[in-house]
């Protein structure tokens, strides 16, 4: 599924982000940007040893903020490394730090010229954040990103399965008040 935001579009795929070819794809990372499982192991699995090497110079990344880093031998250019929050029932501030990692990898984009990227659904694997909530926050956040700044032109959000994808597809109707 796509739609159009103004000039820019953003779209809803399923498959797995390491196989992206967008100019960035952002990683499922934690604070310490330490490699982990999910999305993570799977890029830095992907990408070699350069992604967590240059990674590491940062230090830590705190909850809702991203770090940049080039991807190695993945096809993307950068590795936008973006650490959602781990839900804690959702009282926790929850929402507000999910569309802080979004807007965070967003503004980096802007900073370097990106102008296409591929978001996997930050802190729906790991750290336990329920879909359907997820969805509605990343969704939501990345319109209002693209009406504000009229960029980057793509936005992708890789789904990793149907479940995922049926998900976010209908959260995406229901925003844009399509049937
Ligand atoms: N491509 C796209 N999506 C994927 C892929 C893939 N290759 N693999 C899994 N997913 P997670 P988090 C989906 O756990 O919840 C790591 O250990 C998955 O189905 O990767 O933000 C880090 O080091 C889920 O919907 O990230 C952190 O410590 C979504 O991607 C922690 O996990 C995110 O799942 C971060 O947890």
């Known amino acids: 599924m796509q739609v159009k935001i103004g000039n820019c579009v953003l779209e809803l795929v399923k498959g797995d982000i390491t196989q992206q070819d967008t100019e960035a794809i952002?990683?499922?990372?934690?604070?310490e940007l330490i490699p982990g499982g999910g999305v993570d192991g799977a890029i830095h699995r992907a990408g070699g040893p350069s992604i967590a090497e240059e990674a590491r110079r940062y230090g830590r990344c705190p909850t809702g903020s991203a770090v940049?880093?080039?991807?190695?031998?993945?096809?993307?250019?950068?590795?936008?490394?973006?650490v959602g929050p781990i839900w804690r029932g959702?009282?926790?501030?929850?929402?507000?730090?999910?569309?802080?990692?979004?807007r965070s990898?967003?503004?980096?984009c802007l900073e370097k010229d990106i102008n296409s990227v591929a978001f996997p659904s930050l802190s729906t694997g790991a750290y336990g954040y329920p879909l359907k909530e997820a969805a509605r926050v990343a969704l939501s956040t990345i319109i209002s990103f693209l009406k504000e700044h009229q960029k980057p032109a793509l936005v992708r959000l890789v789904l990793f399965g149907e479940d995922a994808y049926q998900t976010y597809e209908k959260a995406l109707k229901e925003l844009m008040g399509t049937p």
């Open 105 to 108: 990898a967003l503004k980096l």
């Open 26 to 31: 952002v990683n499922a990372a934690n604070e």
């Open 90 to 102: 959702g009282n926790h501030g929850e929402p507000e730090l999910l569309a802080s990692a979004y």
């Open 68 to 82: 940049i880093t080039g991807a190695g031998n993945l096809k993307a250019k950068y590795v936008i490394h973006a």
